[in-house]
């Protein structure tokens, strides 16, 4: 069975906003147990807000939430406290599991000073450090810039300071929940400034695919993969097709066509849903990756399946912190 790395899960989110919630329990695709029987050997726990009123103190709960879990379920999960041992973590008989923050208002309120919003940041990563990647934004707009659901909003000054900041940190860039102007924008700026920030997409599908807001434009996708960037390949129903599960195998080699070999990997983005509807049966939880890449095991070569289920991901972070 191959590892798997997943660039994307919002267990965090859940154990914070959900009474009762359990990372034990059947609730949301990516239980600690269902990580194990998938064989995922590293997860990317996102530490996601909502821009507006308490974001602050929602990010704040959800690294307690990550300082916790790793303290009450040490038999499940693990950090990465040295990346020398990224090598070994496809061995471990445990998950590793970083952070990523998923929209900026995490650490910065709309009204805060951003001075002060840095040492919030700063603070945070004294527990979550290292730090896979941020995202400016997420679905709606913010004082960073516009989000996936904005109209023609991109980088704003606040978004530029914040590039600027994160250059040379080796902490990435996440396009996930940009707006297209906004991922232009990113692209574009980091490189007239010739920051030093890695550009992924950690949860994104096709739009050639599936016409959806939340899917990249190819040339959107061909930048993230001339940069050396990843591509985390999306779970969510709505993000692969109407009806049709298989419609994922066609997102995945869409992706390898693009030029996206050293690129594509998964970030299932597995969140809490009371009613269940919003991942296709056979991609409902973690343990279904061996499914996912047997089913994968016609269509793609050898490397290529290698690639996908932990290698690309595997170098990036190789590249980005050793
Ligand atoms: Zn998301």
Redesign the pocket.
């Given at each position: 069975m191959l590892p798997v790395f997943d660039l994307?899960c919002?267990l965090l989110a859940y154990l914070t906003a959900i009474d009762g919630a359990d990372p034990m329990g059947d609730e949301i695709g990516c239980s600690l147990p269902s990580l194990e029987e998938g064989n995922v050997k590293f997860q990317t726990l996102?530490i996601?807000t909502m821009t507006g009123e308490g974001s602050v103190e929602s990010g704040a709960e959800q690294v307690m939430a990550f300082s916790e879990l790793l303290e009450d379920y040490d038999a499940y999960v693990q950090v990465l406290d040295d990346p020398n041992d990224l090598e070994n973590i496809a061995e471990s008989d445990f998950t590793t599991v970083v952070t990523a923050i998923?929209n900026a208002s995490g650490f910065c309120g709309e009204e805060d000073d951003l001075d002060e919003a840095f040492k919030t940041f700063e603070t945070m990563l004294e527990t979550i450090a290292p730090l896979l990647y941020i995202?400016l934004t997420?679905?709606e707009e913010n004082r960073f810039g516009g989000g996936n659901l904005s109209n023609n909003v991109g980088l704003k000054a606040d978004g530029r300071v914040l590039l600027d900041y994160l250059s040379e940190r080796r902490i990435a860039i996440d396009l996930?929940?940009t707006s297209d102007e906004l991922a232009r924008d990113i692209i574009d700026y980091t490189y007239a400034q010739g920051l030093n920030i890695p550009i992924i997409a950690?949860?994104s599908n096709f739009r050639t695919i599936r016409d959806h807001i939340?899917n990249l434009p190819d040339d959107i996708a061909q930048e993230v993969i001339a940069r050396g960037g990843l591509i985390g390949m999306?779970f969510c129903h709505e993000f692969i097709d109407e009806f049709d599960s298989d419609v994922l195998v066609q997102h995945i080699l869409h992706g390898f066509e693009l030029g996206g070999a050293n690129a594509m990997a998964f970030g299932s983005?597995f969140?809490f849903s009371p009613d269940d509807a919003e991942f296709f049966y056979d991609h409902r939880n973690s343990a279904q990756f061996p499914n996912i890449l047997t089913q994968l095991d016609s269509v793609l070569s050898q490397e290529q399946l290698h690639a996908l289920s932990y290698g690309n991901a595997l170098h990036f972070m190789n590249r980005l912190w050793r």
């Open positions: 994307h919002d996102a996601f998923e995202s997420h679905n996930s929940h950690s949860h939340r999306n983005d969140f």
